[in-house]
């Protein structure tokens, strides 16, 4: 599956992981509220990105803005976690610097998928 190479997918892919891999560390009552949700809209955006990859260019520019919007809601979330002390700030550091690249990417995607 050539669209599994690309590194947009790779790096959802690694931010999946880590999250799962911190769910140990967040409290029990945080486990069931709001960390699903943001397990949740990770396999979205993860979803999205493989599925816009084997889209003709013409056809990705919705997915990829809706994998967009999907991204920004997880930083909220994200930050919302942080905020109330669900994960500490360094867990917090390291998921947010791999979700701000893959909205670097996201963005490069989209800019090239408008002037295309």
Do not use: H
Not at 55 to 69: A, D, N
């Amino acid at each position: 599956m050539e669209e599994l190479d690309i590194p947009i997918f790779k790096k959802a892919y690694e931010l999946t992981k880590k999250l799962y891999e911190f769910r140990a560390s967040v409290s029990k009552q945080d486990r069931t509220a709001l960390w699903p949700r943001c397990e949740n809209l990770v396999l979205e955006v993860l979803e999205g990105i493989l599925l816009a990859s084997q889209l003709r260019k013409t056809q990705k520019l919705e997915p990829l803005e809706r994998v967009s919007l999907k991204l920004n809601v997880l930083r909220v979330f994200l930050r919302l976690a942080k905020d109330v002390k669900a994960i500490d700030l360094k867990k917090y550091a390291i998921i947010e610097e791999m979700v701000d690249e893959i909205g670097r990417m996201l963005g490069g995607w989209i800019k090239s998928t408008r002037e295309g």
